[in-house]
Each structure stands twice: as structure tokens, then as C-alpha cells.
């Protein structure tokens, strides 16, 4: 499934977008919505009970070559196996389920993003201990040379680090652009995230997602 180049939504040109992180309510979770609002800079989350589209107007990332990894980061990824694409829906139910920020995936999110999963445009990482279970991850969305990164966990130390880690080595190996945080976190911070303005930002996505 290629990339939407237009859409049946009427989300508004960029130029057009309020300056706030919220732009627009409504629309759906479809794989060609989903697709065509990454691709011009939104993504969905709700806001008391309704489907909102986001765009903040100071955007995290991580850049690609400036993620920053500790002694103690390096020394505690031998404790972990990481995994590419093994359990997508299980990274997603463990996002949903161990912080309070991901009480916005419901199961309307996780049906529709493992649709995407299923079409080749969303993945995840799987970190697992040495008895085999599942213990952090991170997931999202992938098109062209852009990856948006949507949620993440751990319930060990390190796990999630560990898997943004393997995440930001495969981006470099195939060299890739662009690496999306949405907003930018203290946590995020710490492992070399940094935030830009939204106009920055949608222009090194235009780049990162043409084909």
C-alpha cells in the first residue's frame, strides 16, 4: 500500500493549522487516513472522547546520530534479546497497559494500527529477558525514510531504552532521516531527544517521506 497523496478528509494545509498542538477533530483510524496524516505531520489521539488530530508546535525527535547512550545503557544491553516485528499487538497492549499515558490506546487504536502492522507500514521492537518474556518495547509508523514513534514500555530497567537503542542502529544502517517523538519528555531529553519548531519539523518530514 503506497503512501495517500490526498485524502477524503478535509484536514486543513499546514499554513492553515492554529497555533496550538490540537488541529482538528474527527476523521477515522483507516490505513489510508493513518497513512496520509502522518505523512503531513498529524497524528491521532483522543481528547475527552473525541478522535483529535495533533500537531505540536514544538516537536520532539531524536536525531538519528545523536542518540545518546550511557555506560550503564551499553553495559546493561547484554542482559536483553531484541526482536523486530515478532509480537506487534503485544507491544501495543503493554504500551496501553503499563503507564498512564497510554490510556488513549484503546482498542479501536490497536485494531487499526495492527491493520498498518499487517500492511507492512507499522512495526515494532520487542525487547525480552533471558527467560524469554516480553519486558519492553516501542512501536510505530514507518513511511520511507521517516519512522513516528507512538508509545513505548518497560518492566524491567533499561528495557525501553534498550529497545529505542536497536530501533535508532536500524534506522542508521538503512539510512533513514527522520525519528518522531511527538513531544519532547525529560526521559526523552536524557537519551539525546531534542525539540523544534513545528515549521523545522515539517520539513525535514516532507524530505524523509518522499519516495
Known sequence: MKTPTDCRWNFPPSHKWPSRDFIIP????????????????LFPMYA?????WWSPVHRGIIPIFGFHASRTLKKNVRRFTCS??????????ACAANHSEGE???HEF??????????GHAHSVEVRDASGDLVGGVYGIRINNFFAGESMFHTETDASKVALLYLVELMQLDGMLLFDTQWLTDHLASL???????RE???LLASAVAE
Do not use: C, Q
Not at 110 to 119: G, M, N, P, Q
Not at 192 to 198: A, F, L, N, Q, V
Open 26 to 41: 474527527g476523521a477515522d483510524l483507516e490505513p489510508d487516513t493513518l497513512l496520509y496524516a502522518y505523512a503531513h505531520g
Open 48 to 52: 475527552e472522547g473525541e478522535l483529535w
Open 84 to 93: 523486530v516485528n515478532t509480537d506487534f499487538e503485544g507491544v501495543m497492549k
Open 104 to 106: 488513549w490506546i484503546t
Open 110 to 119: 490497536i485494531d487499526a494500527y495492527s491493520r498498518l502492522h499487517t500492511l
Open 192 to 198: 539525546g531527544g531534542i525539540e523544534i519548531p513545528r
Open 201 to 203: 519539523y515539517l520539513e
